[in-house]
């Protein structure tokens, strides 16, 4: 197995995934559209076109840095942040590579997909493993 990248499944270090809506996110997303101003309910309607987000807890209790994270293949590295305008819904903020430590949290933006993400690869700087959406870690 030497040289292929990949590490033994013992070493592979403890991280949480979880997928989200971006309006999750939001401070007003359980108040109903008519209760809303207009101008905050349009600030709904834009969050709602952003794509989904890739969350990542660290569990791991010693520090490494997330270079690169795959979902089928794809490179997903940036943040989709609202830009409230309809014709350009989101600006990308790059997340990636980070360091993390036991506790932190990534997030991710997955443009394109509203759901069938089920595998992610991701690479640290401790070697490449492939993780499934909700897995439990003990």
Not at 55 to 78: A, P, S, Y
Not at 113 to 131: M, N, Q, S
């Amino acid at each position: 197995m030497a040289g292929c990248g990949y590490l033994q499944k013992a070493d592979k270090p403890k991280l949480v995934l979880s997928i989200h809506s971006y309006l999750e996110y939001y401070p007003d997303k359980d108040v109903p559209n008519k209760d809303l101003p207009i101008l905050l309910r349009e600030k709904k309607k834009t969050l709602s076109l952003l794509p989904p987000i890739l969350q990542i807890v660290n569990k791991e209790h010693k520090e490494l840095t997330i270079e690169k994270i795959r979902v089928h293949g794809m490179e997903m590295d940036f943040l989709c942040y609202p830009t409230y305008n309809s014709t350009d819904p989101y600006k990308k903020i790059k997340v990636l590579p980070v360091k993390m430590d036991y506790g932190d949290v990534i997030k991710v933006s997955l443009p394109g997909y509203k759901e069938g993400v089920g595998k992610v690869e991701i690479d640290t700087d401790k070697g490449r493993w492939e993780y499934t959406i909700g897995e439990n870690i003990e």
